[in-house]
Each structure stands twice: as structure tokens, then as C-alpha cells.
């Protein structure tokens, strides 16, 4: 299984609700991201997990709350969010190793849109 | 700040020609580069990476160049084909387990 895969694909919520975001590897990787992504922008990282420990928090505001329950799994959860943050939300995988970077294995992304 | 400049134009080849696109980077020194496609409303794919110490890396139509006196990338698709048409992101590496991507070139090829 070399994908990684992403629940779900679109999401509309109101700025009240409390939603979840949800990515899976099975591909053994201990590395896993969540990115924003804007029309017509670049991917902007947000969150990095290592070992199922939260290493980077690229000073992401407190009503997006990443979490990692095990090796394969990685959610996002939602609450009080903006329309500015409609975006699509891509989740990615890496490989574990001693060196610094290797490549990143991206899902298809969620689409969400806040009302 | 670190700062990464991909052409911000679209680029028109014509099937069967060599698409040549250009990644510069201003105010850091990364260890590794990495060049990703992407099509509409879908995630990034990674396609190359390349190391500081290497010059060159291939595989198969695709090549990259990495020159870190320039400070400059240069991605290479040769014979071109309609299917190659993406866009096409830089992402040099900005620490451990973290990448920077450019805004990416917008690669149209023609038949």
C-alpha cells in the first residue's frame, strides 16, 4: 500500500461547528504533515508529527488542533473556524531515517469550506 | 526571511521539446531540494530529490541541477509530452522534516 489517504474529501461547516479531519498510511512512515493550501498558492505546512510526537507547529492558531492517536493516523480537528480558512487541506507521509529530509507522500487533500 | 522564486508565468512548449524550468532561493543554504507535480485540486507528487554535494540527478525523461554558488535549481523534462502538463513546485528543504515550497510554474504543453 503505497497511498495515503484522506476523509473526507469535501467538508462545508459553519463557523460554530466542530469537525474533524482525518489522514492514513500504511507504509510504515513515522513522519506525517498537515498542510494548508490556497487557490493558485503553494502548499504552507502547518503541523509536523515524528514518532507520533508533535515536532513543528508553524504558529498555527489554536482553533485548528492536530493529533496523532497512532503510527498510521493523523487527524485535525476544527472549531470555531473563519472563512478565510476554507482551503484545501492536504495530509502527508514521510519515511523514517537518520537523514534530514526524504520525499513526502501527500493525500488527495480535503476541500473545506466554511460558511 | 527565506524566500523561494519559481517563473510566475505560465510556460507554452510544444510536444517533443525540452521544458526547462528554474527555482531560486535567497537567504538560506538547503541541504536538499526536492521537485514535486501537481495537477488541479489534487495533492503534490514528489518527482526528484537532489543533495547539496550533487550536480546532477536523472530519471528517465526528467533531470535536475542543483547549483549552490547560484543558489538555483533547473528542472528539465525532455521530449516533452500533453500528459506532462501540471504545475510544477520547488521545495528545498528548511530543516529536518520540513520543506518550503515555491508557487510553482504552470507547465502547458502543446500538441
Known amino acids: 500500500d503505497t497511498e495515503v489517504t484522506q476523509t473526507p474529501k469535501h467538508l462545508v461547516m459553519g463557523m460554530t461547528n466542530k469537525k474533524s479531519l482525518k489522514c492514513e498510511q500504511h507504509?510504515?512512515?513515522?513522519?506525517m504533515y498537515w498542510y494548508k493550501q490556497k487557490a493558485k498558492k503553494p502548499p504552507e505546512l502547518m503541523f509536523v508529527y515524528s514518532y507520533e510526537k508533535l515536532s513543528i507547529n508553524e504558529s498555527v492558531p489554536s482553533r485548528f488542533s492536530p493529533e496523532c492517536p497512532n503510527s498510521s493516523l493523523l487527524n485535525l480537528h476544527l472549531h470555531a473556524l473563519q472563512p478565510e480558512d476554507s482551503a484545501l487541506y492536504l495530509c502527508?507521509?514521510?519515511?523514517?531515517?537518520?537523514?534530514?529530509?526524504?520525499?513526502?507522500?501527500f493525500g488527495p487533500g480535503t476541500r473545506l469550506t466554511v460558511t | 526571511s527565506q524566500k523561494i522564486e519559481q517563473n510566475s508565468e505560465a510556460l507554452n512548449i510544444q510536444e517533443g521539446k525540452t521544458a526547462t524550468l528554474t527555482c531560486n532561493y535567497t537567504?538560506?543554504?538547503?541541504?536538499?531540494l526536492q521537485w514535486y507535480r501537481q495537477d488541479p485540486g489534487r495533492g503534490p507528487v514528489f518527482l526528484l530529490l537532489i543533495r547539496e554535494n550533487e550536480k546532477e540527478k536523472r530519471k528517465e525523461r526528467l533531470k535536475v541541477t542543483f547549483d549552490t554558488t547560484l543558489k538555483q535549481s533547473l528542472f528539465h523534462i525532455t521530449a516533452s509530452q500533453p500528459a506532462d502538463s501540471a504545475t510544477y513546485l520547488c521545495a528545498p528543504s528548511g530543516g529536518y522534516n520540513k520543506l518550503i515550497f515555491g508557487a510553482g510554474t504552470r507547465l502547458a504543453v502543446h500538441p
Open positions: 537567504n538560506y543554504s538547503p541541504a536538499y
Open positions: 507504509m510504515g512512515h513515522r513522519a
Open positions: 502527508a507521509s514521510s519515511p523514517p531515517g537518520r537523514a534530514r529530509n526524504y520525499e513526502q507522500y
